[in-house]
């Protein structure tokens, strides 16, 4: 599996390319402010073609690129619809509703789970590799060493009741800043001391 990932914009904010391998369809997840020319970059060098846009939550650092992207393309961008009022900019044309359903797109299954708490439609996606190897793609849920702001309790008890109960050596690509592990962050996130009681799932 192929996993393109850079930061972008003057958040630094994370977008991802997910593919099955190179030359093949792929997904797009949170194209931001500024990442256009990464995106474009990146699907060259892989011969990737976009299937669909993938949006962990509605924050403009997150999806500023979003719509000329999927024009650009002619693809649908998922995103929850509680978050859809969050960004005042250029709207993409084809918003889809992610209601936690898995998805199946550009050849990936893909696992969506609410996380309700940095915003109202916060959400992580989840891919299992070919290789057996687990990835979360947190957006602004979870980050290394940290997690997001907002409605603290709700963030807590997605913290606890989704991501903390995934096994150790899931990979997690959070939204900013470097990949970690929810074995790690389990272990030694201070942010996370209230849930370090969780046992992971198998």
């Known amino acids: 599996m192929l996993v393109v990932g850079f930061p972008a914009g003057a958040l630094r904010a994370n977008c991802y ?28 060098e892989h011969r990737l073609t976009p299937a ?13 690129g979003a719509a000329a992207l999927t024009a650009a393309h002619d693809v ?10 969050l960004h005042d900019g250029e709207q993409a044309a084809d918003v889809r509703d992610l209601t936690g359903a898995p998805l199946e797109l550009a050849g990936l299954a893909i ?10 439609g916060s959400v ?25 702001r907002g409605d603290q309790r709700r963030l807590g008890e997605s913290l606890r009741d989704v991501l903390l109960p995934l096994p150790d050596d899931t990979v997690v690509l959070p939204g900013h800043g470097p990949a970690t592990t929810i074995g790690r962050e389990r272990a030694g996130n201070p942010f996370l001391s209230g849930a370090r009681s969780v046992v992971p799932m198998p």
Do not use: I, N, Q, Y
């Not at 669909?52 to 403009?60: D, I, S």
């Not at 992580?124 to 997001?148: I, Q």
């Open 17 to 44: 390319l997910l593919a099955p391998g190179p030359d093949t369809a792929c997904v797009v997840v949170d194209p931001g402010e500024d990442s256009a020319g990464r995106v474009a970059e990146a699907l060259a």
């Open 52 to 64: 669909a846009v993938l949006a962990t939550h509605g924050h403009p650092d997150h999806v500023a």
């Open 76 to 85: 649908p961008m998922w995103l929850h619809p509680a978050d859809r009022g």
């Open 111 to 120: 696992d969506v789970d609410l996380v309700p708490g940095h915003t109202d």
């Open 124 to 148: 992580v996606f989840r891919v299992t590799t070919p290789e057996g190897g687990r990835l979360a793609l947190t957006g602004d849920t979870l980050f290394a060493g940290s997690v997001g």
